[in-house]
Structure formats: C-alpha cells, structure tokens
C-alpha cells in the first residue's frame, strides 16, 4: 500500500446558491430556474469530464425548508453525493462548489453545497471532485452536470462549459480512465511499470484472486497479469475483512495495477463482478486503452 501524502483539506462550502432570476420553490439550492450561461470559454482540446456518478443518495433528505425559516448547516448524509472524474488533474485552488449546476430530473439546475477533491486526494490523483447537494435524488435524480464557472487544470486550461451525463446510483461501478506511470517506493515499489486506474465510484472488495480477473494486452502482441495490487488499504484476503470489508481509510476511486515488464500496454480488460463499490455493488466489466 502505497503511502497517503498530507491531504489537501480543499474541502469548500457554499450555501445553496441562487441562480438567475427568483422565483418561488421549496427546493434546497434552486429557488428558481435560469438559463445555460453562453460559454465563450477558449477551445478545451481532449480535456473532458470523462464520469459524474451519484454514488450515494442522501440516506436522511431533509425536508423542504419552510419560506423565511432560518438556514441550518446541512450534515452530510443529508446530502445527495456525486463523484465526477476528469482526464487531467484539476488546480486544487480552482476547485468551489459554485462552479458546478447540476440538472435534476425536475428540470431545476442547483448548485452544490460543497465541491471537494475527493474520493482520491493523493498530491497526484487530482482528476475526482466530490459534490454534494440537494440534487433531487430521492424525488427526482439529477440527470447531468455542467462546469458553469472557472475551473482549471494543473497546467492553467479552463473547464468552463463541460457537461456530462450522470449516472444513477444503481449504475455498476467502472473504471474510466488508465494512465502508465513508473514505479517509485511508494507506488508498486519493484515493480517494472505501473498502470493507474481511475473509477468512476468508490473501489472496495479488492484482493489478491481479483489479479486474474484483469487481461494485459501489449504492444507485441503477448498477453499477461498485473502482478499486484496498490494504492488500497483493506483487501479481501486482510486479517478480519470476512464477507465484504467496505472502504478502508485510505481507499478511493484510483487503484494501481503493478506490472512486472516494460513493454507498452496496449489495452486492458476487466472482468466484471471484480471489485464492489461503497454500497457493495459488483464493478462493470470493461475495455480500458492506455
């Protein structure tokens, strides 16, 4: 297991915001409906928002605030979560929770309650951002979530105006994203090569059995085994983790696969039912290229 570097602790907080012009409504966060701001934003080349996922509804929704009642600083299972996932790491400055609109099923847009580099927060994992809000999950699911403010990548390209679909709760866990990175004595130390994966939920039920499950194919045609597992804290085959273990402390949405050859990665398969995600579902099977 790789160690955990100091947390960003980028966690921001927002009231829910008003958007546009007022009108009257009872929902958290969209006391009225506005139009999708016209973006002028600069061309966004590959940078995408590859995932957004509602990984947990809220377990307790809060009911409707009565009009001029006094506003009570929501707990987090009141809160619907969804975890995006984007194909570079994100500027942790640039992370609030006022540059996200998500539509929910009602056809309000709301903003979040909070945005927070999260479930993955290592100093190079910074491509997930957690939100949470009243996204109308119990009544009616949110449907899509569009960047409506400044949002940066690491290297300064703006974000503004992407949109992506979101995923219900039921939805399997998946991974989304592959990158190669080199081993050091924190990451697959030993190892000959490393291949990071992100999901786009929380990645738990992870063990030593599951090896098999995922397919290398590389550049000269041969196939093979990841060699091991890193990046997560609780396995299956753990003293005291019988049946289902759940999320560890350090465990997120990045699990790495370490390799023992150097030959490119071509393509990467996982069988589905591998892993499980928080509320213990099976992962999809899918086709990952590096």
Request: aromatic share 6%; net charge negative; charged share 25%.
């Amino acid at each position: 297991m790789s160690a955990r570097l100091p947390r960003l602790g980028l966690g921001v907080t927002a009231l829910a915001a008003t958007l546009g012009c007022v009108t009257a409504s009872s929902s958290y966060g969209a006391r009225e409906r506005y139009e999708s701001p016209s973006s002028e934003a600069p061309p966004l080349g590959a940078v995408t928002l590859i995932s957004a996922h509602l990984a947990a509804p809220a377990a307790h929704p809060r009911p409707p605030r009565e009009p001029g009642s006094t506003w009570v600083e929501p707990a987090d299972e009141e809160l619907d979560r969804l975890i995006l996932v984007f194909s570079r790491e994100l500027d942790p400055l640039t992370v609030d929770p006022r540059a996200f609109a998500v539509l929910r099923g009602d056809g309000l847009r709301v903003a979040a309650v909070s945005a927070t580099l999260a479930p993955a927060d290592e100093g190079d994992e910074n491509r997930s951002v957690t939100l949470r809000g009243y996204f109308g999950a119990d009544q009616h699911p949110p449907v899509s979530v569009h960047v409506r403010a400044e949002l940066f990548t690491e290297g300064g390209e703006s974000l503004r105006g992407l949109d992506a679909e979101i995923a219900a709760s039921e939805v399997p866990d998946r991974p989304v994203a592959v990158e190669r990175l080199e081993p050091n004595d924190r990451r697959c130390p030993g190892a000959a090569a490393v291949l990071r994966t992100y999901w786009s939920d929380d990645l738990a039920g992870v063990g030593a059995d599951d090896l098999a499950g995922i397919s290398l194919r590389f550049a000269d045609g041969t196939a093979g085994l990841p060699v091991d597992f890193d990046d997560q804290a609780v396995r299956e085959e753990d003293e005291g983790a019988e049946g289902f273990p759940g999320l560890g402390p350090a465990d997120d949405n990045v699990l790495d696969l370490c390799l023992d050859r150097v030959q490119a990665v071509t393509a990467v398969d996982f069988a589905p039912a591998l892993f499980r995600d928080a509320l213990g579902h099976p992962s999809a099977g899918a086709r990952l290229e590096p």
